[in-house]
């Protein structure tokens, strides 16, 4: 009997083979361990291809109780046992009953531990965790699954993205910058690669690492030195980094680092690309501005007049080299800046220290030169700045259009106190 059931299974008779093999069970001596195992096998078997899991998992487990750990089919039936709970698991996953496939799934490694399918069972259990928006119970069974799995395993992979987006779900961003550096190193799509390695860079540095963040950076100009618009970003935000960490230096040398690699490549420019090297030239302006700032005119005015003067012009053509781009919020920052330093400058000639031993009369005549040499510096900056308030008609109207409109109304009130008042009102009408 049986073997006529296992003859049966071979050739594919299911349903007779399963009763044959509960014949037997009806019929055989309880302590005949060896036809008690065939028999349940067999049922096992045949319960298993027509789609009977459940009574498929009872009998396989009826047959392993009954065997040795030694014995030669120990870990077949093993591994069977686990296929009939994992298929429970699919079942319910198709039905649509998430928390029971879950169960299901998480069973297998309980139930035949040690078996190969007990792996695929928990990352399969973690996804449906993740199509649920489960996303700490999912993270804690990746968490789990990884301590497991040999490096080499072909669901490492798997493993890192769901942990990278699980991280992100649950807040723990910097976690999943750490996953999604990780996977930059795995496989060969280039395109994978950069994407996460790229995105790693800014969540490490939007989580405050700046350390982290410009490593990631650097390994990205290193590996893909080909990305374009990229590379200029990636050189900007080291700039950024470094301006955060107070490193001037270091700041320096990335924001012509982005000058330089924009201008190499001017078929493959973008407004990204232009808008970056126009702000990061704009910034290569302020060290001028503050070496000008910092003279002070003192008597004889003659000399520091014109150290002021050739730092105030190095100043202009450092603000005009980013207006060049053509980049609208440069441009208006640029043209505030160089309003500025010339009403600065007709400023520091009417406070510049007097010479000494004039009497009342050359005082006067002193103050009288002095108002006439500042008095072209202050027409330039009012001229600079109506320039940037022109800019309204073309409907840019941002920070530094509106400072200028300010200065016009301290400089000249009549004209543009009123007219500051309108165009605040018709910006915020828009």
Partial sequence: ??????????????????????????????????????????????????????????????????????????APTRERLAASVYKQGEQQRAAGNMDAAVADFMRVKSIAPGSALSTTAEYDAASVLITQGSWAAATSTLEKLRLTLPASHELQKGVTEKLALTYMKTGQSLKGAQEMEQLSRSGNDAEYQQEMLWQAATLYQDGGKRQKAAGAYYDYLKRFPTRYERGVEA?????????????SREQKRWLKEVIRAESSNPQARTERTRFLAAQATLELAEPYRIAYSKVRLTAPLKKSLKQKKQLMQSTIAAYKQAMNYQVAEVAT????????????????????????????????????????????????????????????????????????????????????AKSEKADIYSAEIH
């Fill in 1 to 74: 009997m049986a073997k006529t059931s296992e003859q049966l299974f071979q050739t594919g008779d299911y349903s007779r083979a399963i009763e044959s093999s509960q014949r037997i069970l009806q019929v055989a001596n309880p302590a005949n361990t060896a036809l008690q195992i065939t028999a349940w096998t067999t049922l096992g078997h045949g319960y298993f291809e027509t789609g009977d899991y459940v009574k498929a998992e009872e009998a396989y487990r009826q047959s392993q109780q009954r065997m040795k750990t030694n014995n030669k089919l120990y």
């Fill in 235 to 247: 050189r900007y935000q080291l700039a950024e980094i470094y301006k955060a960490s107070k490193q």
């Fill in 333 to 416: 920052a640029a043209t505030y800046r160089i309003g500025e330093l010339y009403r600065d400058f007709a400023q520091s000639l009417m406070k510049s220290e007097r010479p000494r031993k004039l009497n009342a009369e050359e005082l006067e005549q002193y103050e009288l030169l002095l108002e006439e040499q500042a008095f072209p510096f202050e027409e330039k900056s009012i001229e600079i700045h109506a320039s940037n308030v022109a800019r309204i008609s073309d409907g840019i109207y941002d920070q530094w259009v509106q400072n200028s409109l300010k200065v016009l109304a301290e400089l000249q009130p009549a004209r543009y």
